[in-house]
């Protein structure tokens, strides 16, 4: 059996360096904490496929005209996860499915709370 592998991206607006994060849902594993959006990698699925696709699933946003760069894999959870910036030109309006329950675009001045527990060493990292 094949070891789970996860993935997500932070999109960050070219023109503000704003970046969009989402509330997890009640039901979700860290429940109300903020994050990327992202998921499960399937299997045979590569893993930008992956992170385009949960993109679109939990926010409505299409992939096309972002510019992916992988930023790192961490293992802080136990399982690989792709961390991937995405460069969009523009704050896009997200579409929520039932995972996430809030989102917005923020900066580090402006983080909302609480985080997901690897999300502010990343973000002082990027920014």
């Known amino acids: 059996m094949k070891r789970k592998r996860y993935g997500g991206v932070l999109l960050i607006d070219i023109n503000s360096d704003k970046f969009l994060l989402g509330q997890r849902g009640k039901n979700t594993t860290f429940s109300n904490t903020w994050s990327l959006f992202g998921g499960t990698i399937e299997e045979g699925e590569?893993?930008?496929?992956?992170?385009?696709?949960?993109?679109?699933?939990?926010?409505?946003?299409?992939?096309?005209?972002?510019?992916?760069?992988?930023?790192?894999?961490?293992?802080?959870?136990?399982?690989?996860?792709?961390?991937?910036?995405?460069?969009?030109?523009?704050?896009?309006?997200?579409?929520?499915?039932?995972e996430n329950q809030e989102w917005g675009w923020f900066n580090l001045d402006n983080l909302p709370k609480p985080l997901f527990p690897t999300l502010y060493s990343s973000l002082v990292r990027i920014f």
């Open 46 to 98: 590569e893993v930008l496929d992956g992170i385009k696709r949960e993109l679109l699933e939990e926010t409505g946003i299409d992939s096309e005209g972002i510019q992916f760069k992988p930023f790192e894999v961490q293992y802080d959870m136990g399982y690989p996860y792709y961390f991937y910036i995405g460069y969009c030109d523009g704050m896009k309006k997200c579409k929520l499915n039932h």
